[in-house]
């Protein structure tokens, strides 16, 4: 199966900065059709988790702009450009190239 | 506007089995694959498998084959599953998701697993 690696585990953020999330998997997740197959989800306290980048850097419907998914092969970043209070939760990066569909051990967001 | 509910919570001894639904709306639930995920008491996530609602066909993880089944019923839109020989490290949260990316999210069945 495919490891995936998040760094760090616990990110404390003042509103108004940015953060950066890494997630690094031991095999590429480029598809020879170009798409790298990595998604990124948010799970706020006590809720369900939900979708916020597909194929690596392509924002969900209805996702603020101020997040933003980039890299390739087995290195991948989540950017959020200025964080808000709304953004605090455990943010898990997902490989999605094989079956065998494996998440990162997730990153907890907390505004300082 | 699409929705995944699922059932409720279920307490259940050591040896037993469960069987979760997740009732799908807003979308014609023959056209996406449904997939499980389970998360233990202040863990992450864990994909569990997929059942193809059209077809039938499902895929397991190797963690959970021989003990994990998935199913459908076609007339009212709804995805089961079942899990057995239930132990104490199977008490989770078990969500539904549609499709890849998990684009909607059922709310949970929180699954306890006790003596």
């Known amino acids: 199966d495919i490891v995936m690696t998040q760094s760090p585990l616990s990110l404390p953020v003042t509103p108004g900065e940015p953060a950066s999330i890494s997630c690094k998997s031991s095999q590429s997740l480029l598809h020879s059709n170009g798409y790298n197959y990595l998604d990124w989800y948010l799970q706020r306290p006590g809720q369900s988790p939900h979708l916020l980048i597909y194929l690596g850097s392509n924002r969900a419907s209805g996702v603020p702009d101020r997040f933003s998914g980039s890299g390739s092969g087995t290195d991948f970043t989540l950017k959020i450009s200025r964080v808000e209070a709304e953004d605090i939760g455990v943010y898990y990066c997902?490989?999605?190239?094989?079956?065998?569909?494996?998440f990162g051990q997730g990153t907890k967001l907390e505004i300082k | 506007q699409v929705q995944l509910v699922q059932s409720g919570a279920e307490v259940k001894k050591p040896g037993a089995s469960v069987k979760v639904s997740c009732k799908a709306s807003?979308?014609?639930?023959?056209?996406?694959?449904i997939h499980w995920v389970r998360q233990a008491p202040g863990q992450g996530l864990e994909w569990m498998g997929w059942?193809?609602?059209?077809?039938?066909?499902?895929n397991y993880a190797q963690k959970f084959q021989g003990r994990v089944t998935m199913t459908r019923d076609t007339s009212i839109g709804t995805a089961y599953m079942e899990l057995s020989r239930l132990r104490s490290d199977d008490t989770a949260v078990y969500y539904c998701?549609?499709?890849?990316?998990?684009?909607?999210w059922g709310q949970g069945t929180l699954v306890t697993v006790s003596s």
């Open positions: 998701a549609r499709t890849i990316p998990f684009d909607y």
């Open positions: 059942i193809n609602p059209n077809s039938g066909g499902t």
């Open positions: 807003g979308y014609t639930f023959t056209g996406y694959n």
């Open positions: 997902m490989q999605a190239l094989q079956i065998r569909y494996t």
